[in-house]
């Protein structure tokens, strides 16, 4: 196969494969923020703010070692384990609107996770120092392969990046754990009330979807690479 064919052959797997995946991603994250925006113009009667819903999903786990700061910029919120620190933004930290407690109490669910030993989130620890490397150096050592027919190269850069798939398979389940803990544990001590949880679960659905997405982006240029290994192969 001429060096010509095979690249119309990618960019014609790329069309097909990844493309759509791409498409749904950003769809994904236009829902999101899209949620987002329309939950955090609904207020919570009681009143607490993402902070403090946070606090309360600690304090129901008995967590003791792990503190709330803020941080800067929109919908970076997270959960720290190196340094027992949950993150806010800073449209969530102060707001004592349903998504910015949705996000909160998510994050907190996070924190759960560690304190409790959730396998998932060990097994993707322990994926990830590959993973991370997969995820930069995966496709361009597979792509550099195919370019100087060393199908060997070819083979360890899509090695490389299944890891990074591994990944974020792991994460599905990750995520949407801590979804369940924050929303169980948000009915269980009411902290907001059944409609306006409504609103915080729709909202933490959205952010879900984004996961869903980048897994699909993932597997399709994981078949990507494999169709174009057989296919040089042919």
Known sequence: MSYFSFYYLSQYYYIILVLPMIIFSLVASARVNSAFKKYSSVYSARRLTGAQAAFEILRYYGITNVQIERVSGNLTDHYDPRTNVIRLSDKVHDSTSVAAIGVACHEAGHAAQYANGYIPIKIRNLVFPVASLGSKAGIPLALI?????????????????????????????????????????????????????????????????????????????LLRLILMINRRRD
């Not at 959205?206 to 699909?216: E, G, K, Q, R, S």
């Open 145 to 221: 392969g195919f370019f100087i027919n060393s199908e060997f190269l070819a083979v360890i850069g899509v090695v490389f990046f299944s890891f990074a798939v591994l990944f974020q398979l792991v994460t599905l389940p990750v995520e949407f754990n801590a979804s369940s803990r924050a929303l169980s544990v948000i009915s269980a001590t009411d902290i907001l009330s059944d409609e306006e949880k409504k609103g915080a679960s729709k909202v933490l659905r959205a952010a879900a979807m984004t996961y869903i997405a980048a897994l699909a982006v993932s597997l399709a240029n």
